[in-house]
């Protein structure tokens, strides 16, 4: 990453309102935390190996060739498509609306798909995150041991990771057209869902945030994997510590016993937030401009929560 990056970041009020919040606010800069360590993630080795195998995937279920031509099942093609697709994402990342409109909790986020041709624009497209859970993310920075702060920005970071690495790079893929997400593409408890799918390749499981009960419906939930066979494991907390302060390494490290999913209430599963619908998105300019910021100020926040970020002139 350069020394400076723009960073668009927007919220969309319960009446279909936009604002933009400034960069010294902690919307701002607690997001703007969660991208940089998607991006962190998604720049991992393992991690491109698996986008380019979702893209070998996706190239197989085309009866046409996509855009780029035809993988033919060649690795290092389809991580020079991905390494575009991830140095597109990295100079303009898309833009990101902390939605009221999403209607739940468990709803984290979700990606409006834009058609594109020509030069892929990911400003063009948008990444919608709960504010709800944004608003909670933000509640927990002021509690002294930081621990429910860290694991709201290892779960904003695996959201982005979901739908850009997920959705996203299917609509570059695809130009946003159909056919979309491949049937097969997914993972077994899921469906067809190319983020999930991404998650089953990644960690070999899907992430979820399970209720400790000694908290309210504010907390971020305890990360955990669930596998294939309807067994989960939890992501151990000082892995999630040093995740958050860059050290990524794959596998993930687990804490405790593998058990039955049926032992465990998936965070904020159908609480509803407001009797709203998840507005349709569409893109207007004078909300795509964003701030230019710092990565050095961005990397502070993840450090010592007080900070905030300021906009470079
Ligand atoms: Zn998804």
């Not at 709800?132 to 933000?138: E, K, P, S």
């Not at 999913?261 to 965070?267: A, D, I, L, R, T």
Request: aromatic share 10%.
């Amino acid at each position: 990453m350069s020394a400076t990056t723009n960073l668009a970041i927007i919220r969309r009020h319960g009446d279909y309102q936009f604002s933009e919040p400034p960069t010294t606010s902690a919307d701002y800069s607690f997001v703007a935390a969660s991208i940089y360590l998607s991006l962190e993630l998604l720049h991992t080795p393992h991690v491109r190996q698996c986008l380019a195998r979702q893209a070998v995937q996706y190239d197989q279920s085309l009866e046409q060739p996509g855009w780029y031509g035809r993988l033919q099942e060649d690795m290092t093609l389809s991580l020079n498509l991905v390494d575009s697709f991830l140095d597109a994402v990295s100079t303009t990342f898309p833009l990101v609306c902390i939605d009221e409109t999403i209607p739940t909790i468990d709803w984290l986020a979700d990606h409006p798909r834009g058609e594109w041709s020509g030069i892929f624009n990911p400003r063009a497209q948008a990444v919608c995150i709960n504010a709800r859970r944004v608003d909670d993310m933000v509640a927990s920075a002021t509690s002294p041991d930081s621990v429910n702060f860290r694991i709201f920005q290892f779960l904003f970071a695996h959201t982005f990771l979901h739908e850009v690495g997920g959705h996203m790079l299917i609509t570059y893929l695809s130009g946003g057209r159909r056919p979309l997400t491949p049937p097969e593409m997914g993972h077994g408890l899921y469906g067809t869902e190319a983020g999930r799918a991404l998650e089953r390749v990644a960690f070999r499981g899907a992430l979820e945030y399970y209720c400790d009960f000694n908290q309210d419906d504010h907390q971020p939930g305890i990360p955990h994997l669930l596998y294939e066979n309807g067994t989960v494991q939890r992501i151990s907390q000082a892995f999630i510590d040093g995740f958050t302060n860059g050290q990524i390494y794959f596998p993930y490290t687990m804490e405790g016993d593998v058990q039955d999913v049926n032992c465990f209430q998936p965070m904020g599963r159908e609480v509803i937030i407001n009797g709203l619908g998840l507005g349709p998105f569409t893109m207007s300019h004078s909300l795509t401009r964003g701030y230019r910021v710092r990565v050095d100020d961005i990397r502070r926040v993840l450090q010592d929560s007080r900070v905030r970020i300021s906009a470079v002139s």
